[in-house]
């Protein structure tokens, strides 16, 4: 019995983790979504461009790898999003919508290959960081200590956005572009700059999340492209542009895949379609969701 | 759309696919032309739902895999006959439409794409899976490419390349030219109106939800001719053909070509596998360039290759130079 506990309690921590990551791509993805009117493709790619760059800085040897790469690779990434918003998106916000999904699914495939070029085909593994080595041990159950550590760190980043969400101007430019972002241009807001920063700030939180996976996750090519598509999940759940909606998404979806994987190994998929399928239906704004789009 | 095509232009291109085994004297391209085939039966389908009526569908694929897998399973394990494996495939897809747009077209824009990709996405997760039937993601070999004829009086093999060839352009002409003929028809139209206006089709009494629900299902009836077309050609498949990367390859053959002209999916799909293949001869990341092609085309020519070109030669033609001046 007390075997039994402890792998339940494991199983619950490892989607407990599996959710934080999860959440940091769906967080950026739902805010897009909800500011922008734009489905972003491209966002497992950043995820992706995040998990490579932390490698490529494990490679060094010095102790602060992580930490380095931690501070860096979300800064390089986020540059790129803005890049692609300011040049290439921005021209599409008058367009009809498909544009920009064909935009965003373009540098899918940019990205993509990108990343076969520079780092190959092959696996790769980063290892975990020094700090967060080992396990913690609690009478018989011991758990990694490198998982506690993105569990804790997913709602610090929760409280983080939330505060500059609702407590900073930034934030109050955001939450007004999304609501009408024509009458916060007419009120001289330069909304362009606005869309910019959420761009930004989704892929900053994307390459984040590539970054923290990276070490319990094997690293390769096609990642972001899988991903994506459970973070589409979360959002519909959630409901698109609702914040506090990704975050449940992430840990329903985290859990459901932990404890459906031990009823049906291979079809743990399955009950998260079966989740979601009768939620886009029956009601397509999601669990959150309020913003119209 | 709007305009009747070009009937020169028509059969030049006819003419042009008839005689391109003769051209191209070479298997490897005899092959490439007859994918080209099957993909442009595959982008016109689409096209019902993203140019016509207005739906972007982000789970076309669902088709190609679907049909595939229909005309592998019969050809395979019940009993190999083209025409049987054929009228399973397209009839699986016609069911599995039916079934799926019954929720789907209750949807718009965003939500229609979402739905479209999570449908498709649940029946990619069962191929992977379901490994007594489907392989799993070793996906199927040696699917049949059966004789045709009547048993007994003849019979054609469509072993060789160059008969396969004539064998799929038949086929597809066929298929091709009743997708015209319904797109042109009052249906055709009304679903032309409602992408416009969907609201003002509702207003003059015309049942819109079953309107797109037809859409849907000939979308999907014909992409699942298409799947089966695939499933003979290439012998094998895996579950990769149902997966939403393969979704959006089938959207970008549309819109590569022009969604708003009837055979522009059909030369975006030309193009692509053209593209693939010439890049794919000195580097292996054909994605990057098909990449950039579509992000320049988007930003640049958004009516797609063929409509911005016929466009131009409508205003050519019809305004004469008053349509250059004012536009310069």
Redesign the interface.
Known sequence: MELDVSFWLTQFLNGLANAMVLFLIASGLTIL?GVL?V?N?AHGSFYMLGAFLIFSSSIIKNPSWFWVGLLLAPLVVAGFGTIIEAF?LR??YG?E???T???T??????L???V??IWGRDYKSVPIPALFEGRLSIGDFSYPVYFLFIIAVGPLLGVFLWFILNRTNFGKLIRAASTDSEMLDALGVNVNRVFTGVFALGAWLASLGGILAAPMRSVEPGMG?EII?ES??VV?IGG?GSYLGAFVGAVLIGMLKAFGIEILE??A??FI?AL??PI??LR?RGLFGETT? | MERIPNRFGVTVLLGLAVLAPVLVQNDYYIQLCTEILIASLLAISLNFL?GYTGL?S?GHAVYLGVGAYAFALLTKNVYPSMWAGLIVAGASCALLAWFMGV?CV??A???F???T???S??VY??AY?WRDVTGGDDGMLGIPKPEIGIPGAFSISLESFTNFYYFVLIIVAVLIFLAWKIANSPFGRVLQAIRENPERVEFIGLPVHRYKLFAFIIAGTLGGFAGGLYSTFQGYISPDLL???QS?EI??MT?LGGMYSFLGPAFGAGMLLFIRDTVLNFM?????V???I??LL??FL?GGILGSFEGWISRLSIGGNDGDETRS
């Open positions: 979504l009117g489905l493709l290439c021209p599409l367009r919508r498909l544009y999904l064909l935009l699914y373009g540098f899918t495939l940019i993509d290959d990108l076969l070029l492209v598509i589409f999940i519909i698109m291979n079809f998929m399955i379609y979601v399928l886009l239906i397509p789009i | 993203i972007v982000l929720f209750r949807l824009g965003l939500y794409a979402m739905l990709l999570a449908f996405q649940v997760t069962v899976y997966y939403w990367t959006g959207v970008l819109i292996e990341y054909w994605r990057i098909v990449g950039g579509l992000v988007v930003l958004p």
